[in-house]
């Protein structure tokens, strides 16, 4: 028999993070129930499996109100949490079968909290860029509130647009035109856009983003770790930010628009000015079995 674990992933504040329901012991459980009870918690939720692949521990599932999707990487992190924390697993690396291919995660014990990292594959740049003013009219916004940084769709999994915003309060009071995200995705082959900005105190750089989906059944993300994953890259690929050789962290405030603080934590492994690994990092809490 299944069981149902509500959890929160990337909080960085009480009333932060992205929810994220986990069902354990789905195996019996058909796609479409799988959909109906996704649309009834509101939120993507992942459906743990048994994985008939000799190299996978276990089969996940992964979807939002309106579709199933390829991966997740909140929702991994909370799927991990939970075979963990029912005595599931015991080896710290771990592999997933999804839609998406065979994803590596591994976990490990942070005073107390169990810290999940989930690779993600190399960074890929889009072919095909909407026009600024395509983008400002989807996020009504004057263009004279871009950043001067490039517009560009990067995937890590899926593509996002990574859309500069001059500062975060220009960005926090972004009121999006949903439908012309959608259309604006459709066309451009993107899954959603990721305005960001980055904001600079002395020597810390502070990185905030807001996530608009193309098509999940909810018109925002309090924490998208495949967004983060591609701004991540994107920042490092058009040297934006600085670099150097081993593991770079960059870490990406979400969520506060919506009153959901959220951290999610980027690491680019770089050798020989070369991105040689990609992963996303950060923690997940139960709030209600």
């Known amino acids: 028999m299944y069981r149902i674990f509500h ?29 109906k009870m996704t649309k009834s918690f509101g939120f993507e939720s992942v459906f743990i499996l048994e994985s008939l692949k000799q190299d996978c521990d276990f089969h996940l599932k992964y ?6 999707m390829e991966m997740c990487v909140h929702a991994t992190i909370a799927a991990t949490t939970i075979l ?24 490990m014990k942070d005073n107390g909290n169990i810290k999940v990292q989930v690779w993600q594959f190399l960074p890929q740049k889009q072919s095909i860029t909407p026009s600024v003013s395509e983008i400002c009219h989807a ?17 890590t999994s899926r ?11 220009i960005m926090d009071a972004i009121t ?18 990721y305005p960001f900005t980055i904001e600079k105190h002395r020597s810390d750089v502070c990185i905030y983003a807001r996530q608009f989906p193309q098509n999940s059944g909810y018109p925002e993300d309090a924490a998208t770790g495949v967004a983060a994953s591609a701004l991540g890259n994107y920042l490092v690929e058009n040297q934006i930010i600085s670099t150097h050789d081993g593991w770079n962290i ?16 980027s690491k680019i492994l770089i050798e020989n000015n070369k991105i040689k690994e990609v992963c996303i990092c950060g923690y997940a809490q139960i709030t209600q079995v």
């Open 250 to 265: 960059q870490k990406i405030y979400q969520g506060q628009a919506m009153g959901h603080p959220s951290l999610l934590e």
């Open 84 to 107: 963990v924390l029912e005595n599931r697993v015991q080896k710290h690396d771990l592999y997933y079968e999804t839609l998406l291919g065979n994803i590596h995660v591994r976990w």
């Open 159 to 169: 593509f996002k647009l990574m859309v500069p915003i001059k500062s975060r309060e």
């Open 176 to 193: 999006p035109n949903f439908s012309l995200i959608k259309e604006v995705c459709k066309q451009y082959q993107t899954t959603g856009f």
């Open 7 to 35: 959890t929160t992933v990337f909080a960085n504040a009480p009333a932060g993070g992205n929810p994220c329901p986990v069902i354990l012991d789905a195996d019996l459980l058909s796609t479409e129930e799988m959909q």
């Open 63 to 68: 979807f939002v109100p309106l579709h199933e």
């Open 139 to 155: 996020l009504q916004i004057s263009d004279d509130m871009l950043a001067d940084y490039p517009i560009a769709s990067y995937s």
